[in-house]
């Protein structure tokens, strides 16, 4: 088994993840996205092993992928974990998560397929964010206030507050020119009213190819555009695009404050 951060000094450990059990994960060189996840998760972890077999003096066991506790001869250790993507074949699936101390479900969809008394879910995953870098989001409105307040606009002083995100509205002022290069600077186009017969800038956004976030209002969910019912779930939907993932150093925290609670609850 090879261990991972065993050489860092005290300052390379400040902000890393550290766990008062020892935690192995077991994984599979040959693939792609599997192998990259359990190394990743290994990586973030102070002194976290990462081997192709179990390691029987760890604490914990985490299999990336599941399947791999029955490959290795489903030989129990001191506390086995699952990490479980997707239901294929589906007797493997459920005797494994049967058989195991814990399962960790990689989204809500798998989380709820697993047993219940011993399940926990790690989503969203992590991903590299420093090379994948999240830029600042740009919402666009195409439209200019009315007396009586039917498009809505007053949202936008709560939408800009957001963190990572900047609204820009056109205010009637634009030309045809002007509009085409206000529709190429943003990233999604936004529909606040509360009364429409169209919108028209439903069919611009969608002729060049921008993501349109809309109410049922006039024609736009005849449209295929991101639907939202209330503004409370708008600043929902703004929020989570702005900032969709978090890092594999957050995800490596849920991942051990998972395994040292459901490891300890094992131990009660």
């Not at 020892?22 to 002194?47: M, R, S, T």
């Not at 066991?61 to 974990?81: A, I, M, P, R």
């Not at 814990?102 to 008394?117: A, F, Q, V, W």
């Not at 800038?201 to 969608?206: F, G």
Request: glycine share 8%.
């Amino acid at each position: 088994m090879s261990i991972l951060g065993t050489d860092r000094t005290e300052v390379d450990m400040v902000g890393s993840t550290l766990s008062r059990f020892k935690i192995n994960i077991v994984y599979q060189k040959d693939g792609w996205i599997l192998p990259q996840i359990a190394a990743n998760l290994a990586n973030e972890i102070v002194c976290c092993g990462l081997s192709e077999t179990a390691d029987p003096e760890a604490d914990i066991n985490l299999y990336v992928n599941y399947h791999l506790f029955s490959l290795l001869g489903s030989k129990k250790t001191n506390f086995d974990v699952g990490f479980f993507t997707h239901k294929e074949p589906a007797g493997s699936f459920d005797q494994i998560a049967s058989s195991l101390d814990h399962c960790i479900g990689m989204s809500l969809k798998t989380y709820d397929l697993l047993p219940r008394n011993k399940r926990s879910v790690l989503s969203p995953m992590g991903a590299d964010t420093e090379l994948f870098k999240n830029k600042e989001l740009t919402i666009g409105v195409v439209a200019r206030d009315y007396p009586g307040g039917r498009k809505g606009l007053d949202i936008l002083h709560k939408l800009s507050e957001i963190n990572g995100v900047i609204i820009k509205v056109t205010g009637g002022r634009l030309d045809k020119n002007q509009l085409v290069d206000f529709y190429d600077s943003i990233d999604y186009m936004l529909v606040t009213s509360t009364l429409e017969g169209g919108p028209i800038p439903v069919l611009e956004s969608l002729l060049l190819n921008k993501p349109i976030i809309a109410p049922d209002v006039g024609w736009c969910w005849d449209f295929p555009v991101v639907k939202y019912s209330s503004y409370n779930e708008l600043v929902s939907i703004i929020s989570k695009l702005a900032s969709p993932i978090k890092s594999w150093k957050d995800s490596a925290n849920e991942l051990v404050k998972i395994l040292e609670e459901a490891y300890e609850g094992k131990q009660k």
